[in-house]
């Protein structure tokens, strides 16, 4: 069975969510919590998940804070944000900190059964933000094809910053940094600046969040 676990304060979403989940085959809850505080102290008192599908937006300690804790101590744990926000910015934080895929709080149960299978057995979820093509052999080839200034700009891309503030940090006008970003979605087959996030972070341009 493949270990679930729900951070979100939200309790009857989360239970609506325990009950739909163990109703998919081969899934099981092992805990819920209310925040990310609850969750990594109470971490040791249940069967360690393979997935902790987790809110954004929690009190006491949110989803970046409980990613960071999880990336630095246990990295093999898979996380799926869960949100009901749309912007680039706190989704890509998200991925940084560990997140390998995220979905809508109002998605079809469909959806949200791809995505637990798809990050359980490969490692990420992609939704309609990115459809790469996932060989080693095409990713190489692809990064190749890219320019310098194309790799700056898609490091510039998982940070928080505007696209005009990635102007600035690079010295270059916003149309230009523009053109790269359509350059970059048309090479790289993807739809959003969340899906260049993905990407980087899964061909290793960028690194996930450590401390030291």
Known sequence: MIKIALVDDHRILRQSLGKLIEMFDDFEIVSESDNG????????????????????TMPVMDGLETSRWLNKNHRKVKILALSMLKGDPIIISMIRNGARGYILKDCDPSELKSALHDIYESGYYYNEYVTPRLTSKVLSSEIKALTSQEITFLRWACTDLTHKEIAIEMKLSPRTIDGYRDILMRKLNVSSRIGLAIYAVKTELVQLYSTK
């Not at 505080?37 to 954004?56: G, S």
Request: net charge negative; proline share 10%.
């Open 37 to 56: 505080f609850q969750f990594i102290r109470n971490f040791e008192k249940h069967p360690i998940p393979d997935i902790v599908l987790m809110d954004i």
